[in-house]
């Protein structure tokens, strides 16, 4: 939660640490993660495409579990901690905000440059 100074009182509001500068918005009983992903959805219905917003996760990246040793830094109580810690590797899991398989495409919304644009090797000149 981050405080705001108001000229009455300060108060506490949620902030999306994920995205940066992005409102929550409901249009068509629909909820998008941010306004550009409303002009998108308003884009492509002015177009009548047949799409569907945020339909599924796809697995980029099974889990697993390392077999060797693996030391990691992680926090008890109040201390930093630094051994071994966990040999299970989370799987990556992708979101995408449009999509229609049956023609093939899929459309992602982003403000900003994220680690994501890299990891995909999308928006590349």
């Not at 930093?80 to 459309?107: A, E, M, Q």
Request: aromatic share 14%; hydrophobic share 30%; with cysteine.
């Amino acid at each position: 939660m981050k405080k705001v100074k108001t000229r009455r009182k300060t108060t506490t509001k949620p902030i999306n640490k994920k995205v940066r500068n992005a409102k929550k918005i409901n249009f068509d009983n629909i909820q998008f993660q941010s306004r550009l992903e409303l002009y998108c959805y308003k884009k492509l219905k002015e177009a009548n495409l047949e799409f569907e917003y945020e339909p599924q996760s796809f697995e980029l990246m099974p889990k697993f579990e390392y077999d060797l040793s693996c030391f990691e830094s992680y926090k008890k109580n109040t201390k930093w901690l630094f051994g071994i810690k966990s040999k299970l590797v989370r799987s990556i899991t992708y979101k995408p905000d449009f999509v229609n398989l049956k023609d093939g495409w899929i459309i992602e919304c982003k403000g900003q440059r994220s680690a994501l644009v890299k990891f995909l090797n999308i928006g590349e000149s």
